[in-house]
């Protein structure tokens, strides 16, 4: 009787013992099974939303942040370059984005260009030949035209966007800069690559 019962105990430790082996094995396994399923780095840049935080953003400075593996400019304009972008109206070659909707979303394709007037969002490469403008926020009249208060210059063919990422007429790129599908998920933080309708 007392080897029967010695015979169970063993059985029921073996059993145990095996039990918990597999169950061990099984997560082992399907740790790195589930983490595959996970999006690589690459797939992140392919086309991942990325966030930026724009709360340190001084009004007239510029951050920029890489999605899609392009350069995304966001600039916190002042009441003063909000005032140029008005007044270049006139000046630039589709002041409103009409002329190629694709670049820009339905929410930006007002004067500003913009969902908040104070913030612009725009891919940082020219329409003309993919070249990456340069930024001159401040005015610089003696570089450009006596009346050009600032905005983007593209050095490779000579095209000159305003604040507003709008191009001046009788340029070389066809096209103001890109703005991004992008929304805002708080006062500090924007994400770009997600379009919400400007919520």
Avoid at 18 to 26: F, I, K
Avoid at 135 to 149: C, G, I, N, R, Y
Avoid at 150 to 173: E, I, M, Q, T
């Amino acid at each position: 009787m007392a080897d029967k019962e010695l015979d169970q105990g063993k059985r029921r430790f073996l059993v145990a013992a095996t039990s918990v082996a597999g169950g061990l094995a099984g997560a082992a396994t399907a740790v790195p099974f589930v983490a595959s399923m996970l999006p690589s780095e690459r797939a992140k840049a392919a086309g991942a939303p990325v966030e930026a935080d724009i709360g340190n953003l001084a009004p007239g400075e510029m951050t920029r942040v890489e999605w899609r593996g392009k350069p995304v400019w966001v600039v916190r304009r002042t009441p003063e370059m909000l005032e140029t972008v008005k007044e270049n109206d006139g000046k630039v070659a589709d002041p409103r984005s009409e002329r190629n909707k694709e670049l820009t979303p339905e929410y930006a394709r007002n004067e500003f260009r913009s969902i908040k007037p104070e913030y612009l969002v725009v891919v940082g490469i020219c329409t003309h030949l993919g070249c990456s403008p340069v930024d001159k926020l401040k005015a610089q009249p003696e570089a450009f035209a006596s009346d050009w208060k600032g905005g983007f210059y593209c050095p490779c063919h000579g095209s000159l966007f305003d604040l507003a990422g709008r191009v001046y007429k009788n340029k070389p790129a066809p096209d103001n800069l890109a703005v991004p599908p992008h929304s805002y998920l708080s006062d500090s933080r924007i994400l770009i690559g997600v379009d919400q309708k400007g919520a």
